[in-house]
């Protein structure tokens, strides 16, 4: 049976926090709420030096389960006893960060972990850095929908130029990963299918994953009793059964000059995910113009991270890669060891 770590990954309101709940309702995965210390972690890795050195791995372990931006208390595991792993496991970025996800799985005594985070659709090479073996399920919802309902969010601060760049870098993010990654890596679903039709939806991913079909998935509201915290208003529609009452609503979400915007500057992804255009007038020049600069700005600022992390790659102060599955263990040569087997720490 597989033991590869899953991510859900898509643009921001697309439905993954209702496949997340859907992963985490089979009886061999758990899927925990969203944590913020992966992507920190990556990018501050030359902070904690060589994590080879037990007491590096200790200092690192402490800043995930104290720092109180990481969300590690959304986990609800013991935070004594993740630093214990940590730190008598393998001495690599990704194999203490992946000990947070196993111990959360150990709750509900499911052999497999998965993430959910919709920006990671940009950070997968990062995510297979530090997790070799990793699943990679991209959920694709109409533009148009995901668009206005970015708008409406609470946490959501920025305008409509910028929600439809979030939508048009997510599609080609994917495209890029289609093209590049092999088909047991990468998979894609369309929100409107999954809704539609549930259980084949499920029954086909449950292949690519390497899993048996498991009827609960398709009524996950159990699940978002756990792995949806109450504070999170705006996924109050998980606790409910799957419902296509939102497929199509942007047409009373949007105004007539975002519909037009949002055709005229998503209309070939639109289309070439299977979304069908209403024919709107062009957008304003301004509207163009205004879409086309934050977009590009956008897009300067992915490269500069991008450069910053190439020249950091240059340096390692230890190696990233998991070693936990098994699959991370035979990429690294080393035999797989579950923590509570090795040798203590001197």
Partial sequence: MSD???FVIGCPRSGTTMLQLMLHSHPRMAVPPETRFLVPAYY????WGDLRVTQRRRA???????????????????KDEFVRQCVEGPGSLGSVLGTAFRMYADRFDKPRWGDKRPSYVKQVDMLLRLFPDAQFIHLIRDGRD??????EMPWYNLDSFHAVSTWAEAI???????????????YEL???DLTDDPATELKKLCHFLEEDFAPSMVSPREAAQVAVPQHKVWHSNTHGDVLRTRVGSWANRLEDWEISLCEHMLGDRLESMGYELTGAPKPTKEHVIACQKTMQKRKASRMRKAMRDRLNRLREPSPVAAML????CSLAGVPQQRPELAEPAV
């Fill in 4 to 6: 590869r770590p899953v």
């Fill in 146 to 151: 995901c668009v206005s309902s970015l708008k």
């Fill in 172 to 186: 080609d993010a994917g495209g890029r990963l289609r093209r590049t990654l092999p088909d047991d890596t990468y």
């Fill in 325 to 328: 599955t098994s699959g991370q």
């Fill in 60 to 78: 690192f372990a402490q800043w995930i389960a104290t720092e109180r931006s990481t969300k590690f208390r959304e986990l609800k595991i013991d």
């Fill in 190 to 192: 369309r929100y409107e």
């Fill in 44 to 47: 501050r890795r030359r902070t």
